[in-house]
């Protein structure tokens, strides 16, 4: 399938002050919110009651259905409150509030007894992985979608297309032996030896560590052997995402909500490949998230790592504002499909990949105006649907002609607001519309 054949648009490259930055950790916090819904799934259920103590690593909270995650504390200190808020992605849900103290012991998980793939498996389960890409579900469902099905080949993608994210590709040049030694792991759950790095035509320095890398590792003679495959493709926008790259490998088109396991293949990222070798080799359960910070608003942009629960406000002052009093845009998220925040006392959780701090400049403030019919919004989308008419479905509160139009095949990447010269809101309408939707059960 050649790589022309996908739709879309190719963005403006911002990387050049958090790429081949060192690492920073932000440094420990007063207060920890974390909340129990991290992407699309049940809320968790909570494990601790306020007065309790917690150290770093202890559960906290259990899944609420079984595609829901298990949550742990990131700190030492004491369970103070259980309050109801918003997450970063705007659902309301339940937030566990530790105060923290000075303690720095450590919970583990047990030590895996059992290498095979199943053993493997049940650790991702119990380590609290999850997803910072696509619907931001816990890692480990994409590998009980594959269950019973040939997999040919896991696919690492560290394409990062977003104007600003670098955090996938600082994370592979800080901690590569992790991130390979992770992806093995992965690729035993699928019992393939076959593994896929994607990374594009912007990624020099990475492709130039990961050749020298896998030209080592694939001179391995073992039985054990696992085969790493460097592949280089164009920076268009969104091709990173998980219907589109299989697309692009396989030639198969996957129906609106099917995993990529049913064209034989899965797509993960490197951020879980580093998760599960902690979780393995270490025995730590996932509290932590590398985050690109950046906009042109802060002073010290970079990826950071950060504690899940700590609020936006605390990142705001080790970064540094440039302009104290200018009024400027936070994102959760990349430009593309990131959520707009309006309360610094928002929570990261394990599904934050960036957070923006975006100056008057860097943002639209302009209304949106009458489309003019030019079509732009068609010929960009990369799954051939028509936005102007499920725009219009959505204006309408019509949801039978929005789903008549396909509109639970968009995969909400934002191409078609990007590009309307109109500055129209296509791409908001048509998220909250998929929204009631599955609310309503629909589909």
């Not at 609290?128 to 040919?152: C, E, H, S, T, W």
């Not at 068609?378 to 204006?395: L, R, T, W």
Request: charged content about 25%; aromatic content about 6%; proline content about 5%.
């Amino acid at each position: 399938m050649s790589f022309l054949s996908v739709r879309g648009v190719r963005l403006p490259d911002r990387k050049k002050e958090t790429r081949n930055v060192p690492v920073i950790e932000i440094r420990p916090q007063e207060e920890y919110i974390v909340p129990l819904i991290l992407g699309q799934h049940a809320e968790c259920v909570p494990i601790v009651s306020v007065g309790d103590y917690v150290c770093e690593g202890t559960a906290i909270a259990k899944p609420g259905d079984r595609f829901s995650p298990f949550v742990f504390s990131p700190v030492c200190g004491v369970v103070t409150d259980i309050i109801t808020k918003n997450t970063g992605l705007g659902m309301p849900c339940k937030h566990i509030v530790i105060r923290a103290n000075k303690d720095t012991k450590k919970v583990l998980l047990p030590p895996v007894s059992d290498m095979s793939g199943a053993g493997i498996y049940r650790k991702m389960v119990e380590s609290g992985m999850m997803d910072n890409f696509g619907k931001r579900l816990p890692a480990f469902v994409k590998y009980q979608n594959a269950n019973n099905k040939k997999i040919d080949k896991l696919v690492i993608n560290c394409t990062e297309m977003d104007t600003y994210l670098t955090s996938s590709e600082t994370l592979l040049q800080e901690y590569t032996n992790d991130c390979l030694e992770g992806a093995k792991l992965l690729a035993s759950v699928l019992q393939t030896k076959l593994i896929e790095f994607y990374i594009t035509t912007r990624q020099n320095d990475l492709y130039e560590l990961l050749k020298k890398e896998f030209k080592a590792r694939n001179k391995v003679v073992s039985p054990e052997k696992y085969t790493f495959k460097l592949v280089k493709i164009d920076a268009i926008y969104p091709f990173e995402h998980e219907r589109l790259i299989t697309y692009y490998i396989t030639g198969k088109k996957l129906l609106a909500g099917s995993p990529s396991s049913d064209a034989g293949i899965v797509v993960d990222s490197v951020q879980n490949c580093y998760d599960i070798a902690k979780a393995v080799y270490e025995n730590k359960p996932v509290t932590t998230r590398l985050i690109t910070v950046a906009g042109n608003n802060i002073i010290r942009k970079a990826n950071y790592l950060v504690k899940s629960g700590t609020k936006l406000k605390d990142i705001l002052d080790v970064v540094g504002t440039i302009n104290p009093g200018e009024k400027f845009k936070i994102i959760e998220g990349g430009v593309m499909t990131g959520i707009a925040q309006d309360d610094v006392d928002i929570s990261v959780s394990l599904s934050t990949k960036a957070i923006l701090f975006l100056s008057r400049d860097e943002f639209l403030r302009e209304t949106e105006k009458v489309c003019v019919n030019c079509g732009a919004c068609m010929s960009h989308c990369p799954v051939k649907i028509n936005p102007k008419e499920i725009d219009k479905a959505c204006i309408e509160g019509d949801k039978v002609k929005a789903l008549h139009c396909g509109i639970m095949a968009c995969i909400d990447c934002g191409n078609c607001s990007y590009v309307c010269p109109s500055k129209r809101y296509i791409a908001q309408r048509i998220w909250d519309m998929q929204d009631e939707i599955r609310r309503g059960g629909r589909i």
